[in-house]
């Protein structure tokens, strides 16, 4: 079963640390493990609210960005994952070709249109395979 990576700030969480209801309704719907990315630094950690979160947090703190492949070949290795073992999701289009350039399937989420449709659609495709 495929562990769902979760983008943090500006999409299960806005920049205020308030959990954005109807995704972690959605994404509690599946049984996968779920785990939650960000760079956030110390201080960062506790502005998001990323202390109250309801999945486990990973972070770098910037070094390096989730738009440097590293993060992700980093996050891989701390949680003893292969690419395939993985699908995530997140809101910057930059990190979303970071992962993808490492083989990881991402979903570009919109915080803006907020598409949780689409966001269903990606994990009920992947979270099986």
Excluded: R
Excluded at 51 to 63: C, G
Excluded at 74 to 100: G, M, R, T
């Amino acid at each position: 079963m495929k562990t769902i990576l979760v983008d943090a700030v500006d999409c299960i969480v806005s920049p205020t640390g308030e959990i954005f209801k109807e995704m972690h309704e959605l994404i509690e719907t599946y049984p996968n493990k779920k785990i939650i990315l960000t760079g956030a630094n110390d201080e960062q950690f506790k502005t998001f609210g990323l202390d109250k979160m309801p999945y486990e947090v990973f972070t770098l703190k910037h070094d390096p960005e989730k738009t440097d492949p590293l993060y992700y070949t980093k996050i891989l290795e701390y949680f003893n994952l292969k690419v395939e073992d993985v699908i995530y999701f997140e809101h910057n289009p930059k990190a979303v070709e970071s992962a993808e350039s490492i083989g990881i399937k991402t979903y570009f989420y919109d915080n803006d249109v907020k598409d949780l449709v689409g966001l269903k659609g990606f994990l009920n495709k992947l979270t099986q395979n």
